[in-house]
């Protein structure tokens, strides 16, 4: 076995980026429209989860949002958000 065998390639390794434009994306339709998806209430995603998220972008950022938020990790991500943002109401 090679010691180094335990270790990602560089192909593999996660985008540091995704995070920061997940804490940033915003819900483009519906009644949460211009939304930040952190701050969308957990029910609306059982909804999508129930019915189907949406294909695409969307709906893996979505995806993704509703694990963290089922597991409580919203904390984690809000430090995350553009501080322009963070000093805008209703986002």
Do not use: C, T
Not at 55 to 72: A, D, S, T, V, Y
């Amino acid at each position: 076995m090679n010691a180094g065998s335990n270790y990602l390639k560089q192909d593999e390794l996660p985008n540091p980026n995704h995070l920061i434009e997940l804490a940033n994306f915003r819900m483009p339709f519906g009644k949460y429209e211009r939304k930040l998806l952190v701050n969308i209430p957990e029910s609306y995603y059982v909804w999508f989860q129930q019915k189907g998220f949406p294909q695409g972008k969307l709906g893996n950022m979505m995806k993704e949002m509703f694990e963290i938020k089922i597991n409580g990790l919203e904390d984690l991500i809000r430090p995350l958000i553009d501080e322009k943002l963070k000093r805008r109401p209703n986002l």
